[in-house]
């Protein structure tokens, strides 16, 4: 009788243990079931990346600027290698080893090592890397679990030492190269140590460059091994898409060297340029001094001066007299004036409670509207200003731009300064219709003359000729209309930026006038020995060819004081060659030159003499065909 109460006992304790099992069992299944089998899928599962390569850099030609080469990182886990070193010592040997014998192998091995990698690759390398055995050594004794040993080594070298050597591993890496160097790097930029675009075109494109990266999923075993016919999720890389720049490579180099040149001859503080060709308002070179080049020593330029900065499009200045000719336009397209009327210009002129003079001391003098302009009066052109009005010319200053960003496909543009016609004093207008009390960028002033240049239409400047995405919106008609002019009303001269390639237009002023007043302008650079029908920049002119242009001189604000410096300026030129048949707009800005431009400080005050180099170089590259005779301007009357 107890026997058989015991069997009934364990008989229930058994069926206890067996529903609570069947239902820890079913807890497990059904609650912790799906967690615990995907935490076993991550342990298994392998993600793979494929690197997109990034997109191509060229200019108008299909000159590489910039360009991504494949290359391998020599990497290693340092505490992983040695452990695995001394077991290997021991599988090696048919005696037991003692620690210190195991130290001596993993020593030597090291040793050997960091002797033999450099020395593979400087073999096998035209490019010499300065790599240092004992910096090698360090690593591999580093007590980490992640070294980089060497970067931008080539795939097959990096191959043939990963098998050489155990626990190498040869890494994926994209190599950003810049063949040029300094050449066009404050438009271009460059990318980040992680492939991301940190500066200049190479940030703002970053999505069209960058691409999109690949993926796919394979399952291992405990020891690492891939599980055949595992693969799954495969997702192909989309590498990044290339971008043709309308930069002229070859101009942009002459251009960059002629103004380091002209900085260091000047003692100026910088010096930028820009050129357009005239018709489309495409940037042809764009440079500034003191470009850091990023195949060197980044930090070690950034101490010397050097910067990424695009100054042509970022820092704005007040341009002084170059600015006049938005004056001349106005009062020629408003019928105020013509190119040959005479005027009575005095020394000096009262505007409100202002008195300006001009750059020179003078009596009453007979000048004409092109002599006003060609020998910088700021007097003539106040009076000219005047007759036009206040209002009036605040308009043409919103047509040609002033005050607003021109849209050019880079970061970081500024719009410069306009004042607001609200807010206008009676000296205001002392001061904007000579070029003082406004700012603007090189790439502004370029514009302006752009637009005259062209008939009086300002196209909006490019720098983007054409991009692999722009050419798959064309074929597939995406928004984009063949040959739409898209010239705009110049009340909407505010108005947002257009697509790459279709640049927006805007009426400014007749062909007429644009007409008149590009041939009006040849008396700043005509010449005169008797020297009164002569310009403020003789020395911007070029033999055989007919060129219009402007000098300008700005006072810079004295920090100290808040008013005009009498001893730091500005000094702009730009200038159209040539002027029967417009080709091309160079704009140049020197900021505080201590003397002239050309060796050994000569050249005068003026910009003039670094204009007539880069336009001259132009016209004979291109073998532009002379001018035809064009007449001389009278300036002074008898």
């Known amino acids: 009788m107890l026997m058989h109460k015991r069997l009934r006992l364990i008989a229930a304790l058994l069926l206890v243990f067996s529903v609570v099992l069947a239902g820890r069992l079913a807890w497990v299944q059904v609650v912790w079931g799906p967690d615990l089998s995907a935490r076993a899928e991550d342990q298994r599962a392998r993600i793979y990346v494929d690197p997109a390569r ?37 599988l090696e040997s048919d005696e037991r080893l003692d620690d210190e014998q195991k130290d001596e192998y993993v020593n030597a091995t090291l040793l050997k090592m960091s002797r033999e990698i450099p020395k593979m690759i400087e073999e096998a390398s035209e490019d010499k890397q300065d790599l240092k055995s004992k910096d090698l050594l360090d690593k591999l004794r ?31 890496q994209d190599i950003r190269q810049y063949p040029n160097g300094a050449i066009g790097e404050n438009v271009v930029g460059r990318v980040s140590m992680d492939g991301t675009g940190q500066f200049g075109l190479e940030a703002s494109r970053d999505s069209t460059l960058s691409g999109i990266n690949g993926r796919s999923t ?39 060297q002629q103004l380091e040149q002209a900085k260091n001859n000047s003692r100026a503080e910088s010096a930028e340029a820009v050129v357009l060709d005239a018709t489309t308002g495409e940037v042809l070179a764009m440079a500034n001094t ?66 300006v003079n001009d ?51 880079l970061p970081n543009e500024s719009s410069g300064l306009r004042p607001a016609r609200s807010q206008w004093s009676g000296s205001t207008f002392a001061n904007l219709p000579i070029g003082q009390g406004m700012s603007w960028t090189t790439l502004q002033m370029a514009s302006v003359f752009q637009t005259l240049a062209n008939g009086g239409e300002r196209v909006e400047p490019r720098i983007i000729k054409s991009s692999a995405e722009d050419d798959a919106k064309k074929n597939l008609g995406e ?117 002239g431009v050309l060796d050994g400080g000569g050249g005068g005050g003026s910009a003039g003499p670094l204009f007539h180099q880069i336009a001259s170089w132009l016209l004979d590259r291109d073998n532009v065909p002379p001018s035809p005779p064009a007449p001389e301007l009278t300036l002074q009357a008898p």
């Not at 000159?63 to 080469?69: G, P, R």
């Not at 992640?146 to 190498?168: K, M, Q, T």
């Not at 495969?234 to 070859?250: R, S």
């Open 142 to 172: 580093a007590d980490t679990q992640y070294e980089v040993l060497v970067r931008n080594v080539d795939p097959d070298i990096a191959a043939e030492i990963s098998e050489r050597f155990h626990g190498v591993a040869a890494d994926h």
């Open 290 to 355: 003191d470009t850091i080049d990023p195949n060197g020593d980044i930090a070690k330029q950034l101490e010397d001066g050097k910067h990424f900065d695009n100054r042509s499009i970022s820092f704005p200045y007040e341009p002084g007299s170059v600015a006049k000719i938005i004056t001349a336009a106005a009062a020629i397209e408003e019928g105020i004036t013509t190119a040959d009327e005479v005027h009575t210009v005095p020394g000096s002129i009262q505007i409100a409670d202002v008195t």
């Open 479 to 595: 928004g984009h209309e063949a040959n739409d002019d898209k010239v705009k009303d110049s009340d909407d001269a505010n108005g947002a930026g257009a697509s790459d390639d279709e640049p927006e237009k805007t009426r400014v002023v007749s062909k007429e006038t644009a007409k008149t007043v590009v041939d009006m302008f040849r008396a700043t650079v005509q010449a005169d020995p008797a020297g009164l029908n002569n310009g403020t920049a003789p020395d911007a002119n070029i033999e055989g060819y007919n060129i219009s242009g402007k000098t300008g001189t700005a006072q810079k604000v004295d920090p100290n004081t808040g008013a005009y410096s009498n001893s730091a300026y500005w000094i702009t030129f730009a200038g159209i060659a040539p002027v029967d048949d417009p080709r091309f707009v160079v704009a140049i800005m020197l900021d505080e030159p201590e003397r």
């Open 359 to 409: 750059a020179w001391p003078h009596g009453p003098l007979p000048y004409t509207t092109a002599g006003i302009f060609g020998k910088s009066s700021n007097v003539g052109t106040l009076q000219l200003a005047e007759k036009l009005g206040q209002d009036k010319f605040d308009e043409y200053l919103n047509k040609f731009g002033i005050g607003a960003t021109t849209g050019i496909e």
């Open 54 to 90: 990034r997109g191509g850099v060229v200019d108008r030609e299909g000159k590489q600027i910039a360009y991504t080469m494949q290359a391998r990182s020599l990497t290693v886990s340092p505490t992983t290698l040695r452990k695995e070193l001394r077991e290997q010592a021991q």
């Open 218 to 256: 394979e399952d291992v075993s405990t020891n690492g091994q891939v599980i055949p016919g595992t693969l799954r999720d495969e997702t192909p890389a989309v590498d990044g898409k290339d971008i043709q720049l309308t930069l002229d490579l070859d101009l942009q180099t002459f251009v960059q």
